[in-house]
């Protein structure tokens, strides 16, 4: 199960025009980091620990396209100020904790989708979450 969940996550993310990169996050960054979501004007990219196994890489994916579809409108420089500083601790945990959330109810959704065999697929997660291709 957790292949075709994560086929579909991989799909369903190429088709928001989102990369995704693996690479041994842990051992570039020096921390405990599974996935990162990097938003830009000219493309967006998910990264994600290649060392994970195959279930944790669904969740991070689900996390990190979470952080795509809840948070990318306001990441910018002072985003990324307040997210590395160690003094913003509870805003930092509110964010993760929503990017959470998301991904729970996503892989709750395609789980669903996949077991029903319903053809409502990728529109069906667009619609829920209201996500603009």
């Known amino acids: 199960m957790a292949e075709r969940v994560y086929q579909f996550l991989i799909n369903f993310v190429a088709n928001c025009n989102i990369s995704v990169v693996y690479l041994p996050l842990k051992q570039i960054t020096g921390y405990d980091i599974n996935g990162l979501f990097i938003h830009s004007d000219i493309h967006d990219s998910i990264f994600i620990d290649e060392?994970?196994?195959l279930a944790k890489k669904c969740f991070v994916l689900a996390?990190?396209?979470g952080h795509y579809v809840l948070h990318r409108r306001y990441m910018n420089g002072i985003w990324a100020k307040s997210y590395c500083l160690k003094n913003n601790k509870s805003w930092k945990m509110r964010k993760e904790a929503e990017a959470d959330r998301f991904a729970y109810?996503?892989?709750v959704l395609v789980k669903k989708?996949?077991?029903n065999g319903s053809r409502r697929g990728?529109?069906?997660v667009y619609r829920t979450?209201?996500?603009a291709k």
């Open 51 to 53: 060392d994970l196994p």
């Open 63 to 65: 996390h990190e396209l």
């Open 105 to 107: 109810r996503l892989l």
């Open 113 to 115: 989708l996949i077991l």
């Open 122 to 124: 990728y529109r069906g």
């Open 129 to 131: 979450y209201r996500i």
